[in-house]
């Protein structure tokens, strides 16, 4: 059962399917175009989207608004550093302006960022700073059918290549923990040991994407010898104690509605960072949030540790992925933490990669049953797409195990008429993380093929 009990609740606006179908039109067949009152299960994202607990609305209105030197700070400063143990602690308003600030803080045109995937925004502030951003995921990861404990982990055998031929090149190592692009899937402490000892090696900065670390503490308590008795708190500081610092998006296992944070030893590192961050986003006490915010995330870094939380975080989505599983909906295996990834690229091989297939099935989903998921494969990462899926993420605290029921019969619902789908072109697209904002129409059966 859920671990918590429910005090405040929203309604749900019920659609027909003539309603989203015109909706969908409307928002050129893109998914993130949707008004959100169009949605009826809304799935595109864990990013903001959970439900704060009580203590979290509590611990705001103690919320500090002065604009240096807050005490609400001093508060969200003090619960990360309990966490990471990192000297340096630096908010912003979001993960992708932590990303930011220190790309453009560390990074030239033609250097070298490796990860196991980078995901979508940090790819692109990698580019767009004129840097290259290399995955180098174990080639499990490759094979969404596969199972295996640790697909997140880094290819020690391909970093090293790339550390000992291209070292002059490589800017930094970093690891998203879970990795997302790949499914969520989890990092072990083991690797993330080896990725600490080549960087010693070739002397190069190590940081953590950690927007997710809980769900990872958790897989690792979880999976790896010799962390069964340990606390996630305490397996989460062991895995930031191997890296020299990390950005965060707290709008994932911070348990907040907004904010992020840039945490390191390096003080001048964190120095720079802070004079690119008061050009950029505020005063380095408050970083672009409200005090609110900042004791928002201070509490919720608490409340994500916990052992009955994570249980059930982790346990709903197994359950989802179960139930797919066993109606032959082809997914990612295992299940991660945040998500259950539908492996497009399996359900509609009939459709090109060059007519987004993972758009296709999103896009059915949303018509047959207002359920709103998000593509992640070829029209978020274009070339350096891996795979071709479709993640329902799971908002934290939101949804009860019956609205992930009717999820599950929706998506088995599409499944079963998958081989009628067909693909879109795109009709307009920006320079950048073009999913976002990119608008299509639907490929005729006369295309050869859309580009």
Same mark, same amino acid.
């Given at each position: 059962?859920?671990?918590?009990?429910?005090?405040?609740?929203?309604?749900?606006?019920?659609?027909?399917?003539?309603?989203?179908?015109?909706?969908l039109r409307?928002?050129?067949?893109?998914?993130?175009?949707?008004?959100?009152?169009?949605?009826?299960?809304?799935?595109?994202?864990?990013?903001?989207?959970?439900?704060?607990?009580?203590?979290q609305?509590?611990?705001?209105?103690?919320?500090?608004?002065?604009?240096?030197?807050?005490?609400?700070?001093?508060?969200?400063?003090?619960?990360?550093?309990d966490?990471?143990r990192?000297?340096?602690?630096?908010?912003?308003?979001?993960?992708?302006?932590?990303?930011?600030i220190?790309?453009?803080?560390?990074?030239?045109?033609?250097?070298?960022?490796?990860?196991?995937?980078?995901?979508?925004?940090?790819?692109?502030?990698?580019?767009?700073?004129?840097?290259?951003?290399?995955?180098?995921?174990i080639?499990?990861?490759?094979?969404?059918?596969?199972?295996?404990?640790?697909?997140?982990?880094?290819?020690?055998?391909?970093?090293?290549?790339?550390?000992?031929?291209?070292?002059?090149?490589?800017?930094?190592?970093?690891?998203?923990?879970?990795?997302?692009?790949?499914?969520?899937?989890?990092?072990?402490?083991?690797?993330?040991?080896?990725?600490?000892?080549?960087c010693?090696?070739?002397?190069?900065?190590?940081?953590?994407?950690?927007?997710?670390?809980?769900?990872?503490?958790?897989?690792?308590?979880?999976?790896e010898?010799?962390?069964?008795?340990?606390?996630?708190?305490?397996?989460?500081?062991?895995?930031?104690?191997?890296?020299?610092g990390?950005?965060?998006?707290?709008?994932?296992?911070?348990?907040?509605?907004?904010?992020?944070?840039?945490?390191?030893?390096?003080?001048?590192?964190?120095?720079?960072?802070?004079?690119?961050?008061?050009? &950029? /986003?505020?005063?380095?006490? #408050?970083?672009?949030? $409200?005090?609110?915010?900042?004791? *928002?995330? !201070?509490?919720? %870094?608490?409340?994500?540790?916990?052992?009955?939380?994570?249980?059930?975080?982790?346990?709903?989505?197994?359950?989802?992925?179960?139930?797919?599983t066993?109606?032959?909906?082809?997914?990612?295996?295992?299940?991660?933490?945040?998500?259950?990834?539908?492996?497009?690229?399996?359900?509609?091989?009939?459709?090109?990669?060059?007519?987004?297939?993972?758009?296709?099935v999103?896009?059915?989903l949303?018509?047959?049953?207002?359920?709103?998921?998000?593509?992640?494969?070829?029209?978020?990462?274009?070339?350096?797409?891996?795979?071709?899926?479709?993640?329902?993420?799971?908002?934290?605290?939101l949804? &009860? /195990?019956?609205?992930?029921? #009717?999820?599950?019969? $929706?998506v088995?619902?599409?499944a *079963?008429? !998958?081989?009628? %789908?067909?693909?879109?072109?795109?009709?307009y697209?920006?320079?950048?993380?073009?999913?976002?904002?990119?608008?299509?129409?639907?490929?005729?059966?006369?295309?050869?093929?859309?580009?």
């Amino acid at each position: 059962m859920e671990p918590y009990r429910i005090k405040t609740v929203e309604p749900i606006r019920v659609t027909t399917r003539a309603q989203r179908e015109t909706a969908l039109r409307a928002a050129g067949y893109n998914v993130f175009l949707l008004h959100a009152d169009d949605v009826m299960i809304d799935l595109l994202t864990d990013s903001g989207t959970g439900a704060l607990s009580a203590a979290q609305w509590a611990a705001m209105m103690n919320g500090d608004e002065s604009y240096a030197g807050g005490r609400s700070f001093y508060r969200f400063r003090d619960a990360v550093h309990d966490l990471t143990r990192y000297e340096h602690i630096i908010p912003t308003h979001q993960g992708r302006a932590a990303e930011r600030i220190l790309f453009q803080t560390l990074l030239q045109p033609g250097d070298l960022v490796v990860n196991n995937i980078h995901f979508d925004t940090t790819r692109a502030n990698i580019e767009f700073v004129g840097a290259e951003a290399r995955d180098v995921v174990i080639r499990e990861a490759r094979v969404p059918s596969l199972s295996h404990p640790f697909k997140g982990n880094v290819d020690l055998e391909q970093l090293e290549r790339v550390l000992r031929d291209e070292g002059e090149r490589v800017a930094m190592v970093m690891v998203t923990i879970t990795n997302n692009s790949g499914g969520g899937q989890p990092v072990s402490m083991e690797n993330l040991r080896g990725v600490r000892a080549l960087c010693d090696r070739y002397g190069k900065r190590f940081f953590l994407d950690a927007c997710r670390f809980a769900e990872n503490a958790w897989f690792i308590r979880e999976r790896e010898a010799g962390f069964g008795e340990k606390s996630p708190k305490e397996i989460a500081r062991e895995m930031f104690a191997l890296a020299d610092g990390c950005l965060m998006s707290a709008k994932k296992d911070g348990l907040a509605n907004i904010g992020g944070f840039l945490a390191m030893n390096d003080a001048a590192l964190a120095e720079r960072c802070r004079g690119l961050l008061i050009l &950029t /986003e505020g005063f380095p006490t #408050y970083g672009g949030l $409200a005090g609110y915010d900042l004791e *928002a995330i !201070a509490q919720g %870094l608490q409340e994500v540790v916990d052992v009955e939380y994570l249980r059930h975080r982790i346990g709903s989505i197994a359950r989802l992925a179960t139930q797919l599983t066993m109606a032959g909906v082809p997914i990612v295996q295992p299940p991660g933490g945040h998500a259950v990834y539908i492996d497009a690229g399996a359900l509609v091989p009939h459709i090109d990669r060059a007519e987004f297939p993972g758009l296709a099935v999103a896009n059915a989903l949303y018509i047959e049953s207002g359920v709103r998921a998000s593509e992640i494969g070829s029209l978020m990462f274009g070339s350096a797409a891996q795979l071709e899926l479709v993640r329902l993420a799971i908002p934290r605290r939101l949804y &009860t /195990e019956s609205h992930l029921d #009717y999820v599950a019969n $929706a998506v088995i619902h599409v499944a *079963a008429e !998958a081989a009628q %789908l067909s693909g879109y072109r795109i009709t307009y697209a920006p320079q950048f993380l073009r999913h976002f904002s990119a608008r299509f129409e639907p490929c005729s059966a006369g295309f050869p093929a859309c580009v």
